[in-house]
């Protein structure tokens, strides 16, 4: 499972190119997208069409010609496959057949996201990908999305996005969304901002609406306490003394649900004050 740029073709590793030059044969979710990739490359391999419409069936060709003793790579058109992306089905079938699959990690536009989206407040996120597209699915989708306080990833196509800004508008207010369109490429742009200034945002350049697009909702921020830091310090210095420094900032960070970042740095100038006269 060969990861592959998704725009930029610097963002090709090394790996992958090794291993497409090593395969006997390529597996892609598009043909007519795979095969100008390989000319870049300099590479001429047999291509198998494998998509969302014959993923299954067509696994068992990549299963025969694995059984004699062939190797073969699976692209899907950008990124990383399976990630709404064809290919888990093809996964799925070829390690019921008790044959290994290999993950060439590489490109990732809804990690590549989270990147860039300075969501402080988050730890970790969850890859929601496209939303229905059906208007009652849809909206329960959105309410859920509204719903939850931890970081999430979608992906929209250009002639969905002004509506999805609308939904979210509408369903997260102030909430912060960082929206990321043409990622790796030429036209390349990262805003974040509150989710009820979307739609403006969008309408006020046309250009806005092009593209491919990953939005990252932020984690909803909680204000502390007035006697949170005094609680944290509390927790820190108990776990300090049975646990590594490491150790002991993760499991607070669980107990208290503040930040990591922060509790990390106040452990560390918890570790290094001198003790307390007797």
């Given at each position: 499972m ?5 725009g ?6 090394l790996?992958?190119i ?9 597996a892609?979710?598009?043909?007519r ?5 390989l ?12 998509h ?12 025969a ?7 073969v ?8 496959p ?18 290994p699959v ?19 407040a988050?730890s970790?996120?969850r890859?929601?990908?496209?939303l ?5 699915e ?12 931890e ?39 990262v805003?974040t ?15 806005r ?11 909803l ?5 007035a006697d ?11 776990l300090l003394?049975e646990?590594?420094l ?13 930040p ?5 740095a106040?452990?560390l ?7 307390a006269?007797?």
């Amino acid at each position: 499972m060969v990861a592959t740029p998704i725009g930029n073709l610097a963002d090709l590793t090394l790996r992958a190119i090794h291993v497409l030059s090593q395969v006997d044969a390529v597996a892609c979710e598009d043909t007519r997208h795979t095969a100008p990739l390989l000319r870049h490359l300099g590479l001429d391999k047999p291509l198998l069409a494998v998509h969302q419409h014959n993923e299954r069936s067509s696994a068992g060709d990549v299963i025969a010609r694995l059984a004699r003793g062939e190797r073969v790579a699976y692209v899907s058109d950008a990124g990383t496959p399976a990630v709404s992306d064809p290919g888990a089905g093809l996964v799925a079938a070829v390690a019921a057949s008790g044959r290994p699959v290999v993950a060439v990690p590489g490109a990732s536009s809804a990690v590549a996201a989270v990147s860039v989206a300075g969501d402080t407040a988050g730890s970790g996120f969850r890859f929601i990908g496209f939303l229905p597209t059906k208007g009652n699915e849809r909206a329960l989708a959105l309410k859920a999305l509204s719903a939850s306080e931890e970081t999430q990833v979608l992906f929209e196509a250009p002639h969905r996005m002004e509506s999805l800004a609308q939904g979210l508008a509408e369903a997260c207010g102030g909430r912060a969304v960082t929206l990321c369109r043409e990622l790796t490429k030429q036209f390349e742009t990262v805003a974040t901002l509150p989710a009820l200034a979307l739609p403006a945002w969008l309408a006020a350049d046309g250009n806005r609406v092009r593209g491919e697009f990953v939005l990252v909702v932020h984690a909803l921020a909680h204000t502390a306490p007035a006697d949170a830091p005094a609680r944290h310090d509390a927790v820190l210095q108990t776990l300090l003394a049975e646990l590594p420094l490491k150790q002991a900032v993760s499991l607070a960070a669980s107990l208290t649900g503040a930040p990591r970042n922060a509790l990390y740095a106040r452990a560390l100038a918890l570790k290094n004050e001198p003790p307390a006269d007797p």
